[in-house]
C-alpha cells in the first residue's frame, strides 16, 4: 500500500517563501506521477492551484509554483500572504491509474 | 471552464446504499475523467475512484472495491457514485473531481453523506 508522505504542519512568515514536500513510502515522485495541489479552507471544498507537477490552475496567483525537488513534488510559495494560512494537500498517480492522496499540510502564516 | 454540480445532502442508515450525482456542464462526460474523492469530518481528503484514460475502465481504490460503483450517463452528462453497506464510518463529504487525460482540476461542490440509525 502506497503512502504518500506530507509534512504534517508547516510555518512562514508573511512574505516569507515556503516549501510544501510531497513523497512517497517507497521511490521517488517525477512527472509521471501527474502530481497535483489543493488548498483548503475551513468548511469550503478544496481549490486546485498546481496540476501535472507545476500547471498552475486558472485564477491561482503566481506566487503558487510547482516543480519536482529532488524525489520529490514540492509546492513553493513567494511571498506568503496571510490568506494563504490553510490546508494544502497533494496527491499522485501511483499507478494503473489509481491515486494517493497525502495527509496534508496545515500551513501557519505568522 | 468545467462545472460541476452535485446532488444535496443524504442521511442514510447503517446498511443501506447511497447514490451521488455529479452534473457537468461547460464540457461533455466523455471529453473528461471523472473522479471521487471523500473527506471525513476533521480529516484529510481520500480518492475512492475514478476514470484510467489510459486503460478506458473506471478504477476503485482497493479500500471500496465490492463496495462502490462508479457510472456515468452521457446522454445527460451526469457521473453517479453509489456507496453500499454503509456504516458510520462513510459519514463523509463526498467530491466529484475531473479534468482532461490526467488532470485533477474541477471540483464540485460536495455532497454531505450521513450514516446514524
Known amino acids: 500500500q502506497t503512502v504518500v508522505t506530507q509534512e504534517p504542519s508547516f510555518s512562514v512568515s508573511p512574505g516569507g517563501t515556503v516549501t510544501l514536500t510531497c513523497g512517497l513510502s517507497?521511490?521517488?515522485?517525477?512527472?509521471?506521477?501527474?502530481p497535483s495541489w489543493y488548498q483548503q479552507t475551513p468548511g469550503q471544498a478544496p481549490r486546485t492551484l498546481i496540476y501535472?507537477?507545476?500547471t498552475r490552475s486558472s485564477g491561482v496567483p503566481a506566487r503558487f509554483s510547482g516543480s519536482i525537488l529532488g524525489n520529490k513534488a514540492a509546492l513553493t510559495i513567494t511571498g506568503a500572504q496571510a490568506d494563504d494560512e490553510s490546508d494544502y494537500y497533494c496527491?499522485?498517480?501511483?499507478?494503473?491509474?489509481?491515486?494517493?492522496f497525502g495527509g496534508g499540510t496545515k500551513l501557519t502564516v505568522l | 471552464q468545467v462545472h460541476l454540480v452535485q446532488s444535496g445532502a443524504e442521511v442514510k442508515k447503517p446498511g443501506a446504499s447511497v447514490k451521488v450525482s455529479c452534473k457537468v456542464s461547460?464540457?461533455?462526460?466523455?471529453?473528461?475523467?471523472m473522479h471521487w474523492v471523500r473527506q471525513a469530518p476533521g480529516k484529510g481528503l481520500e480518492w475512492m475512484g475514478g476514470?484510467?484514460?489510459?486503460?478506458?475502465?473506471?478504477i476503485y481504490a482497493q479500500k471500496f472495491q465490492g463496495r462502490v460503483t462508479m457510472t456515468e450517463d452521457t446522454s445527460t452528462d451526469t457521473a453517479y457514485m453509489e456507496l453500499s453497506s454503509l456504516r458510520s464510518e462513510d459519514t463523509a463529504l463526498y467530491y466529484c473531481?475531473?479534468?482532461?487525460?490526467?488532470?485533477?482540476?474541477?471540483w464540485g461542490q460536495g455532497t454531505l453523506v450521513t450514516v446514524s440509525s
Open positions: 501535472s507537477t507545476n
Open positions: 496527491v499522485v498517480c501511483v499507478g494503473s491509474g489509481s491515486w494517493v
Open positions: 473531481l475531473t479534468g482532461h487525460g490526467w488532470d485533477l482540476v474541477y
Open positions: 476514470f484510467d484514460p489510459e486503460d478506458g475502465v473506471m
Open positions: 461547460g464540457y461533455t462526460l466523455t471529453e473528461l475523467c
Open positions: 517507497s521511490g521517488a515522485v517525477s512527472a509521471s506521477y501527474y
